[in-house]
């Protein structure tokens, strides 16, 4: 059985940092999209960031560039979201997600194509 399970999420002021974690435990291999998505209050969800678990390569929304930071942790299995520069508008909750192979390689954030979701941490960002 897949699970996701983030960590890492609170109430930080304007200008702050975050580190939110996510980690999968049930999965074959690291042939896997892993995926940061967010839904703030009466908006749709979105997708922040991504990681490919072939090859290490990267996508940021163009909301998050420059700001926010995906990477693979020291542990197997784990992705780490480094989020600096935080503003109000980032305050959401934010899941993390799987995407198989089969779905291909590619970063991009169709939810459909995303077969395993954690249940989400709550960020807050106070102005």
């Known amino acids: 059985e897949v699970q996701l399970v983030e960590s890492g999420g609170g109430l930080v002021q304007a200008g702050g940092s975050l580190r939110l974690s996510c980690a999968a435990s049930?999965?074959?291999?690291?042939?896997?999209?892993l995926g940061w998505f967010r839904q703030a209050p009466g908006k749709e969800r979105e997708g922040v960031s991504s990681?490919?678990?072939?090859?290490?390569?990267?996508h940021y929304a163009d909301s998050v560039k420059g700001r926010f930071t995906i990477s693979k942790g020291n542990t197997k299995n784990t992705v780490h979201l480094r989020m600096n520069s935080l503003k109000p508008e980032d305050t959401a909750v934010y899941y993390c997600?799987?995407?198989?192979?089969?779905?291909?390689?590619?970063?991009?954030?169709?939810?459909?194509?995303?077969?395993?979701w954690g249940q989400g941490t709550q960020v807050t960002v106070s102005s």
């Open positions: 990681i490919s678990g072939f090859d290490g390569s990267t």
């Open positions: 997600a799987a995407k198989s192979a089969v779905w291909g390689r590619d970063l991009g954030y169709l939810e459909y194509e995303y077969d395993y």
């Open positions: 049930g999965l074959s291999d690291w042939d896997y999209v």
